[in-house]
């Protein structure tokens, strides 16, 4: 059964940029439909970034588009959240998420879609 370790978060100044990783342990990384989430306190899951297996497609939340790249390297088991021009209200523990179904479907902004998870890394942005 494949892993998933977050790492990259930290505590920034609004406008800095950081950029996450998660690595996934195993070989069928390949296989994957990957996003990312963050959940801030006493709040819901919210989608943010996702991807499809071959990292050719990709979608973003509406607050992030522009600022925050998603990418997989399915060559180094790792996919990434670069994030640029930070702001406070991107605070939140963010979490990778992996979809094993063969179609990535549209309902990639649905937490439900995603059966593995990883810990999270927490990100906190400073005004």
């Known amino acids: 059964q494949v892993q998933f370790v977050e790492s990259g978060g930290g505590l920034v100044q609004a406008g800095d940029s950081l950029r996450l990783s998660c690595a996934a342990s195993g070989r069928t990384f390949i296989a994957y439909h990957m996003a990312w989430f963050r959940q801030a306190p006493g709040k819901e899951r919210d989608f943010v970034a996702a991807?499809?297996?071959?990292?050719?497609?990709?979608n973003y939340a509406d607050a992030v588009k522009g600022r925050f790249t998603i990418s997989k390297d399915n060559a180094k088991n790792t996919l990434y959240l670069q994030m640029n021009s930070l702001k406070p209200e991107d605070t939140a523990v963010y979490y990778c998420?992996?979809?094993?179904?063969?179609?990535?479907?549209?309902?990639?902004?649905?937490?439900?879609?995603?059966?593995?998870w990883g810990q999270g890394t927490q990100v906190t942005v400073s005004s």
């Open positions: 991807s499809n297996d071959h990292g050719g497609t990709t």
């Open positions: 998420a992996a979809d094993r179904d063969r179609i990535y479907t549209t309902r990639y902004a649905s937490p439900s879609q995603y059966e593995f």
